[in-house]
């Protein structure tokens, strides 16, 4: 499966930004719990490329 570039408006963008800018206190304290977060981040990307529910479990290894 390739995947190409994928141009986002300003409000797509703003919101993987929001996201991101909450994880970046891990790389201070590794031990913080954040995987709410990534879930929610990788939910955006999924609906970004418009994913299927197959090709999900794919990415996510659930094959």
Do not use: C, H, W
């Amino acid at each position: 499966m390739a995947i190409s570039n994928k141009k986002i408006s300003q409000k797509e963008q703003f919101s993987f930004i929001n996201y991101l800018m909450v994880l970046i206190p891990k790389n201070r304290n590794p031990s913080t719990d954040n995987s709410a977060l990534e879930s929610q981040i990788d939910q955006l990307v999924y609906q970004l490329y418009d994913l299927t529910d197959e090709e999900i479990k794919i990415v996510e290894g659930n094959d």
